[in-house]
């Protein structure tokens, strides 16, 4: 056994205080004298100190404790938050997320010591005190008052629970085997710790520094109770050892956030079983209600009981689950659908159990809602970070401004929230840098100098819509149509015939940049195309709406859930095909004399549009059965504001269908998406609309 | 235990005909043995691959290892098998051969060990040749068959 196992937890719980110290910052920086502010970051530090102490983690530890020690005296009012500080602080989470992204990408968190910020720190502590104490006296101070807090809490009887420990027949010959032989027998009661996170690994510490004196005969709890973290803040054991009484307690001690070690020689004899259970209850029951007295009292930890709980109900409420045991859960009810599809297709042969279908059919589609609302989560996880980013591009660009954020509650699919981040950053980059002009201009053109960011999500049918918006310039599309004869990626007679909105797109393409000036936060060319490819990987589509001199917004629409869609099968060739309903727009029946030729492509004038035509039986290498007089039967497929008609031979009609991935090992087009099972077992290809666009 | 170590390991293979020759496949990449069924067709992929085919609730790929190994094209007959093989990664692709034949169950030392590229595209799919009495096995190689798919695609 090793720490290793604590890993994943210490990684959660440090971005968990990570992102909490990054919100609360930003409050301070609006309001230096929050108390309660102040009291969530000195905790936030002060879990994370130890954590990472308990981990072996000795920068990232030294780096805690000093901010820890600064907001120790934050507290008690000896120093002033300014700007300066704020900033200095900023740098240590900066700090601290480069160290804990070290231990999750390699398990180390590098040799960075970061002397400067410990510097920094100290140098708030020492330069704004009244008197010149150095800082760990008053670190001192504080962990002295927080052990009188919680020697207050213990009642002196439960001091020595190990008195006891209930002792069975074969323990006791041991015992006085070890006597015999003359070692010494310890009876111990070690106490954590009440804001230790990892009383486990603490306890597992515990035990580590006593295997070096001797050996460990009972426990109360069992072993097992307490490595799986089964105990209050203490557990008692009988020890045999040869080291002396102050040796064995020294190395308990030596192990951080334990509090107290009460160890005495142990008196080998028939303990008086009913009444110490009796006893200990009692002492359980004392040590409860003494706890809040205890914390009261205690003034350097004022509000430590009564915030936890407004904190902590989230993770309470929620559980984690392995993405792979929903993925299971979902694959069944892809089963259970096809099964009732099924159901559905023999059922036309015989009437009659149509209601039963129809209470199986309502049955699946609930299941189906739930599963996929197990899986969703908010967005909030992504763009909790934006503010503080928004914050440092403030700093590093020199411009004022702002993000307003509103729809963080909005839920996505966990696949997809997790993929989310990266395009909206670019996005947020992209409008801070390129979008947002600097104060003087603003200033000039009449706009506040403070400029600003929206982030606005919100649900929108069965889509779910992530806008960017600034106030800034706007894209400036003369610029960009310049830039792109330049280099070029169009031709001058293009250009002229490319309305706005296409000159626009062209900023979708790789390695297209207009920035005249190439910054290290955006510039490179890289980013705008990532963000459509990877917007696209996600079935998603984005758009971008920009006025010049007023600001651009940029439009990101994902599809709540990937893997059941509603379908429309069509028929091509003779084989079925389905196309997801969501790039739809009508269907339309056309004549053939309606076909118009524009630049030798066909196209149809529908209601005052002229729409493209594509034949689908082209493009998936397969003869129509119909025949060139034949009406046809056009699906008119919308992406973004382009439209296109496909021609199908039949239409079967809407269908849900469950998405199956095709096999790596088949290098199909872009055309094909995937694929479904239908109900008798057949299998169909999905179309995406969208390449034939 | 140490008698054991002394006699050659076994492997069973699947023979299976392919054309005229007989070909094995090793027993532990094959999932499944299916009769022929409805393929549905991919439009615009690799050539080998005739399409998917749906194993119980799974979109499984078919591939025709007659034209990966550059022979006739596949004459669809009620011997003819999809043997659906597991490979290492987990992904799981169907095979059309013509027909099964048996199990056989070779020693290591009846297997003549073959790397060389005899004739181009064919031998570089076989490991080795199995005797099986007097009869020859070409031992397909899973591995081999589905590894070199960009050279295939390149060519």
Redesign the interface.
Known sequence: MDVSQYLEIFLDETKEHLQSLSDQLMILEQEPENMDVINEIFRAAHSMKGMAGTMGYKNMQNLTHDMENVFSEVRNGSIKVDGSMVDVLFQVLDALEEYTDNIQNTSDEGDNENEHLIKALNDILNGEKAEPAPAPAAAEATEAAETAAAETADASSEKAKFKTIPLGESEKTVLSEALAQGKKVYGMTVCVSENCILKAARAFLVFKALEEHGEIIVSAPSTQDIEDEKFENDFSLVFVSDSAMDAVQKAVLSVSEIEDCVIDNMQIEAPKAEGSVKEEKTEVVQAASNAPKADKMASSAPAKQDKKPVGKPVANRTVRVDIEKLDVLMNLVSELIIAKNSLVTSSNLDGGVNEHIEYLESVTTNLHESVMKVRMVPIESVVAKFPKMVRDLSKKLDKKMQLFMSGEETELDRTVVDEIGDPLMHLLRNSADHGLESAEVRKERGKPEVGSIFLDAYQDGNNVVIEVRDDGNGIDVDAVRRKAIDRGTITEEQAENMDDKDIINLLFLPSFSTAKQVTDVSGRGVGLDVVKSKIESLSGEVEVKSQLGVGSCWTIRLPLTLAIIQALMVVVGGEKYAISLGSIQTIEDVNPSDLKLVENREVINLRGSVIPIVRLSEHLDIASTKGPEDNLTVVIAKKGDKLAGLVVDELIGQQEIVIKSLSKYIKKSKLISGATILGDGEIALIVDANALI | MEELNVSYNTIQYIVVGLGSENYGIDISYVDNIVRMQ?I???????KE?KG???LR?????V?SIRIKMNLAEDEITDDTRIIIVKLESG???GIIVDNVKEVVTLSEDTIEKQSYDSKAGRASFISGIGKNGDALISLLDMNLV?AD?EKE?NA
Do not use: M, S
Not at chain 2, 40 to 46: A, F, G, H, K, S
């Open positions: 409805h549905t067709r991919i439009p615009r992929v690799q691959i998917v085919i749906n609730g799974e979109v499984i790929p591939v992904e799981r692709i589905f798919k695609n």
